[in-house]
């Protein structure tokens, strides 16, 4: 079934009464179901008296435990209580440190979830694995185990600019999510594109532009544990650089001229894609905004278009990153 909830951004700074309530016993346990010690402790200090706090202060909030944040470890295994489920947010956990711990809306469980406050309520128990710690303490949780990753094995070896198709089955401030067909038919299964990829430029909001059911080519980011990230948006050339081999190039001369097309502008020059003479690959280099024609270039997206076929010159070529230098201008004279 698709889900048909809509949310639309909170104001940035939403204030929430924190309720007094008494702590159950919160126990430690080890990576993927090790015990070990426990603590305790009753109430919040400084936060019994209901006065509303931003969520970052809830999330932070210094209290005495014999369990410090700073000791945790990735991938660890703890049981916690809820105490605060804020839509679009996620829910604030206490796992017994000296501070709470934040499940991301995306972390609450495997697929979409409309309304958290269906799935996890305050005062409710639930296991929870830590994510990361922040250099500065903050505890981020999930409550989705990673180790249950067996539908993400046709996703991990895809190639990132392999279009898959998709079905948008929820939205929310942060994204949307996406019911994904593997490369060879199999899933479909559910994964979470980001509003930074769902469009280049601003986005406001993913009902913007996308609806449930509706049909989207996508590919894959990042395969994690049992979670899929995707994109809707092309392969920057950028992305590509260390990958592509460029063993070929390194002793082009400069005064040769190659035939490109253009990949993307950016504001500081524009991607060109090459063929590589006698090889069936092709290889992606720069042309900086100082080296597309003589005189000056405000705009390099003005000056070309995705697509466009240009004549190149390969300047300079490193075999360590992959990236290529070239040049549009014309050979200098000596």
């Not at 979670?227 to 260390?242: D, H, N, Y």
């Amino acid at each position: 079934m698709l889900h048909q909830s809509i949310e639309r951004p909170l104001p940035l700074q939403v204030l929430w009464p924190v309720p007094s309530f008494v702590r159950l016993d919160a126990h430690r346990s080890g990576r993927r179901g090790r015990r070990g010690r426990s603590a305790q402790r009753s109430g919040m200090a400084g936060l019994a008296d209901g006065s509303p706090i931003f969520s970052e202060e809830a999330w932070s909030d210094d209290m005495p435990s014999e369990l410090k944040v700073q000791d945790l470890e990735e991938g660890q295994e703890l049981s916690g209580i809820v105490v605060r489920v804020v839509e679009e947010l996620g829910c604030f956990v206490d796992v017994g440190a000296d501070k709470q711990g934040l499940v991301h809306a995306t972390q609450v469980a495997r697929g979409y979830t409309p309304i958290l406050s269906e799935v996890v309520q305050p005062g409710q128990m639930v296991q929870v694995w830590v994510k990361t710690v922040s250099p500065e303490g903050r505890l981020d949780l999930t409550m989705v185990d990673e180790s249950q990753d067996e539908n993400m094995a046709p996703f991990k070896e895809v190639d990132k600019d392999l279009w898959l198709d998709a079905q948008i089955s929820g939205l929310h401030n942060g994204g949307a999510f996406a019911m994904v067909q593997g490369p060879n038919g199999e899933g479909p299964v559910e994964a979470h594109i980001p509003i930074s990829q769902i469009q280049d430029g601003f986005l406001e909001h993913p009902a913007d532009v996308l609806e449930p059911g509706q049909s989207v080519r996508v590919r894959v980011v990042k395969v994690e544990g049992a979670r899929l990230s995707v994109s809707m948006r092309k392969l920057s050339a950028r992305l590509r650089a260390e990958d592509q081999d460029v063993s070929s190039l390194l002793e082009v001369s400069p005064s040769e001229w190659f035939t490109g097309r253009v990949d993307h502008a950016a504001p500081f020059g524009v991607f060109v894609e090459m063929d590589v003479p006698d090889e069936d690959s092709k290889v992606v280099g720069l042309v900086h905004i100082s080296e597309m024609r003589e005189g000056r270039v405000g705009d390099p997206a003005a000056e070309v278009e995705e697509g466009q076929e240009v004549k190149v010159r390969i300047l300079a070529v490193d075999k360590n990153t992959g990236r290529i230098s070239m040049s549009m201008k014309p050979i200098p004279t000596i």
